[in-house]
């Protein structure tokens, strides 16, 4: 039995939102997601799906998208990316029952694998704009979007709070923390988010969202202060998915 995490799927079965012009590593990106999955995971793994599943913009148009992930092998827990218009973050229960015992939906809840609980929320973070001088010196950003961007932390961090005390409720010690959006962005050493993982003893802080040679590196990656810390995008994957405990 193994848990694996992957995100950032974006497909586009019913849209004609081809992720193709975003480079090599998008070509026929769903192709490599089934080789890859059909490869490593086994029916009985867990694997998280850390957002931005599909491009559609209701459940209808996400249809095919959610039939594709349904029949990729293991339990299939997905999280909330930006992109998942068709998850209403207040319906979260309903969609589980929809979908029940062939996706999970991950928010305001957790599941559990082995003795870990794993906990997530979409997240949030600012991503600029930020002002550079010519010769690439960060020089400032935008405030007043920053200071919205504080409020929708808090948000996310109600939530995640609520999938922590859920889990510690039951009993759960041993936390696995999965954010769509990274913990930290690139003003920061901190957030509330890495916070939460100190105070909680969490393991492993597992994210995505961040596309592109040059957002690689835009937040924590590796062991920082005895946590450790991955990023999942598909493209930065090369739609591989990663083991987490085996
Ligand atoms: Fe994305
Ligand atoms: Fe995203």
Same mark, same amino acid.
């Given at each position: 039995m193994a848990l694996f995490a992957m995100g950032d799927?974006?497909?586009?079965f019913q849209t004609?939102?081809?992720?193709?012009?975003? %480079? @090599?590593? #998008?070509?026929h990106h769903e192709k490599k997601i089934e080789k890859n999955m059909k490869k490593l995971?086994? +029916?009985?793994d867990t694997i998280v799906i850390? %957002?931005?599943?599909? #491009? %559609?913009?209701n459940l209808e148009e996400c249809r095919l998208d959610l039939e594709f992930i349904e029949k990729l092998p293991g339990r299939k827990i997905l999280l909330r990316g930006n992109?998942?218009?068709? #998850?209403?973050a207040k319906k979260t229960k309903a969609l589980n029952e929809r979908f029940n015992p062939k996706l999970f939906f991950l928010q305001d809840n957790f599941y559990s694998y082995e003795d870990y609980a794993l906990v997530g929320t979409k997240g949030f973070t600012f991503e600029g704009p930020f002002y550079y001088d010519p010769w690439g010196n960060l020089m400032g950003w935008d405030e007043a979007k920053e200071q919205h961007a504080q409020k929708l932390v808090e948000r996310e961090m109600q939530r995640l709070r609520k999938s922590f005390e859920a889990a510690s409720s039951e009993g759960y010690r041993k936390f696995i923390m999965f954010l769509?959006? +990274? +913990?930290? @962005?690139?003003?920061?050493?901190?957030?509330p988010f890495t916070q939460i993982a100190k105070e909680y003893g969490v393991s492993r802080v597992v994210y995505s969202h961040c596309h592109g040679e040059s957002r690689y590196g835009d937040s924590i990656r590796g062991e920082h202060e005895g946590i450790r810390y991955e990023l999942v995008s598909g493209d930065y994957l090369d739609f591989c998915p990663v083991k987490l405990l085996s």
């Open positions: 799927f974006h497909l586009s004609d939102k081809s992720m193709d012009i975003f %480079g @090599n590593v #998008w070509k995971v086994a +029916p009985e850390t %957002g931005d599943h599909s #491009w %559609g913009r992109h998942d218009m068709f #998850w209403d769509h959006y +990274p +913990p930290t @962005n690139i003003l920061e050493k901190e957030s």
